[in-house]
């Protein structure tokens, strides 16, 4: 395995969207043939207007390598109405809590610590913001995602099934890492 350099990850600015979505139309393309597939479909998910939005939030960081955006994830405080339905174990508000949504890595990228380092940067971020909490959901078939999450001390907390446009109802592992 070739060792990569520190990844920069930084939030992306609005003259940066064409080059996000073309991030993710790339991604979705490179995994159609990969060993999993998430699902996500051009347009559908990640949603051009729900990248649009995120920049404009300042909720979209990219993972640059070389000058070229090689990971994205959202990071912010919406959830899937799901969420509101497990006994998380940790009762926090709303406001006290980040989500991680849409975290992609390009495949020929994967496997070198890239996903790692995008959250432990979403750890640092969140201390640095009072966050008590970092949740997310994980696809039941995504057994890398779900071994990556549990190698960095996310709790599991709950499997349920949620509707999303792209996935449609399916289930989903809930996880949760306390800052």
């Not at 940790?90 to 390009?106: C, K, P, S, W, Y």
């Not at 994967?110 to 201390?127: D, P, T, Y």
């Amino acid at each position: 395995m070739e060792k990569l350099l520190p990844l920069t990850i930084q939030q992306a600015q609005a003259n940066e969207f064409k080059s996000v979505i073309g991030f993710y139309h790339k991604l979705i393309d490179e995994m159609k043939t990969a060993s999993y597939r998430p699902g996500w479909e051009k347009g559908v998910y990640p949603a051009d207007d729900f990248i649009q939005t995120s920049i404009n939030n300042n909720e979209m960081f990219i993972g640059l390598w070389d000058k070229e955006i090689v990971s994205a994830m959202v990071v912010n405080q919406e959830c899937n109405e799901g969420y509101d339905k497990v006994n998380w174990p940790n009762a926090f508000q709303r406001d006290e809590v980040m989500v991680i949504h849409a975290l992609g890595i390009l495949p020929s990228y994967q496997g070198r610590g890239i996903a790692k380092q995008m959250c432990k940067f979403v750890f640092q971020w969140a201390k640095d913001n009072q966050v008590k909490a970092i949740r997310l959901d994980v696809l039941g078939t995504n057994k890398s995602a779900q071994n990556l999450y549990t190698a960095l001390n996310f709790q599991y907390v709950d499997t349920i099934e949620m509707y999303y446009e792209d996935t449609g109802l399916t289930d989903y592992l809930l996880y949760e890492y306390i800052v």
